[in-house]
């Protein structure tokens, strides 16, 4: 299995880490052609405005969104704001996803925190079914989600944090932060065996 991570700005070597240390080849994207033989393709977080202008400066943007139109993308962060649909404000996204997130909802950099998450999907990949230790990093958070969404945790009692919608995957924490590799296993889980 291969699978792409943007490598425009942000979290993707974490990422890189945690495919390889799974035995999944990751590759790093950063030019169109590389889509090509991928099988899923991961947007990582860092700083949404950055990495979609790095997309469009480096002509990568609109075959991104063909891309993932049709293949199993996860979304971390600033790359769940890139997935979701374009509603007009900053920076673009590739519309896809129907979901509404509001950026930096928890305040600056200095108010990030780790709080635990009960994500019922991931229960079948761990017996003892653990909570989820789910690190916030000027995370966005999603304010609304659209029919076929189907939201995967929420903080408290009110706000949606991970959401699923085919084969798209948006969570607006960093798995790849952690020790905890079950997110990664469950995106891994979105792609068609060959
Ligand atoms: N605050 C960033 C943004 O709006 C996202 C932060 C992150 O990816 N950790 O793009």
Redo the contacts with the bound molecule.
Sequence with gaps: MRVGILALQ?AFIEHQNMLENLGVTAVQVRLSQQLNDLDGLIIP?????TIAKLAIDFGLFSDLKTYAATHPVWGT??GA?LLAKDDQSHPPRLDLMDIHLA??AFGRQIDSFQAELSVPVLDHLDGNKQTFPAVF????IIQSVGKKVEILAQLGYDKIVAARQGNWLATVF?PELTDDNRFHRYYLEMIPSK
């Design positions: 942000g977080g860092g700083e949404s405005t962060c600033a704001i950026r930096n990093i000027r995370a966005p960093h």
